[in-house]
């Protein structure tokens, strides 16, 4: 199955690879650039080199495009010197720089219908109430992954990855976090559902 679409992935890739090479001209720190934008280096080629067998809808796509930017951004500066964040805390009267829940958010918005497109286009779960709590729940996993993670950098680092874990002092920054991811899984199932099966319809039909 091969759906038309290699246009717009070469240009979406390019600017991609663009932004990546700005973010990693002249980060805050080299090693926490690395760190932060390391799913962008490892997604772009496993999506090439499974387009032909599994593209993706358009709108996943799009969100993935969205969540790399905002890794980016968070790699060059560091999550917590983020210029923008700056901006949002003065303008909600925030103690701390929240830039680093924006990306938590995101890890919970696209891998939720990143699950949400798999599980349904693999026919593994029957029921939407179902197909919600297994994606709720594959969301939640990844951000305890993501958790575990920080754990070991900071075990392996110590003060080196301070910048790489973005806590600024909150003791309970890591329940905090999963807590965002969990927010945008549920947002991205209330909001984008219905577009989601609009799009994934045309796979479905092509699948049977």
């Known amino acids: 199955m091969t759906i038309p679409r290699p246009r717009s992935l070469v240009l979406a890739s390019a600017a991609l690879l663009a932004l990546l090479a700005?973010?990693?001209?002249?980060?805050y720190d080299r090693a926490t650039w690395l760190l932060e934008v390391f799913p962008v280096i490892i997604a772009l080629p496993v999506m090439w080199l499974t387009y032909r067998r599994f593209p993706l809808t358009t709108l996943l796509y799009a969100c993935i495009f969205l969540h790399a930017v905002v890794l980016m951004l968070g790699g060059a500066y560091t999550y917590a010197r983020v210029p923008l964040g700056f901006q949002i805390a003065d303008l909600l009267h925030l103690s701390r720089n929240p830039y680093d829940k924006i990306g938590h958010l995101f890890q919970g918005f696209?891998?939720?219908?990143?699950?949400?497109?798999?599980?349904?286009r693999g026919r593994y779960v029957c029921g939407g109430k179902m197909l919600a709590f297994l994606v709720i729940c594959v969301v939640m996993a990844v951000s305890a992954a993501y958790e575990l993670i920080e754990w070991l950098a900071a075990v392996m680092f110590g003060e080196g990855?301070?910048?790489?874990?973005g806590t600024q002092g909150d003791p309970w920054d890591t329940q905090a976090d999963m807590f965002f991811a969990f927010i945008g899984a549920v947002a991205a199932l209330l909001l984008l559902s219905r577009a989601h099966d609009r799009q994934l319809a045309q796979f479905l039909s092509e699948d049977k």
């Open 110 to 120: 696209v891998p939720a219908l990143a699950a949400r497109e798999i599980l349904i």
């Open 22 to 27: 700005l973010s990693g001209a002249r980060p």
């Open 161 to 165: 990855a301070y910048d790489f874990l």
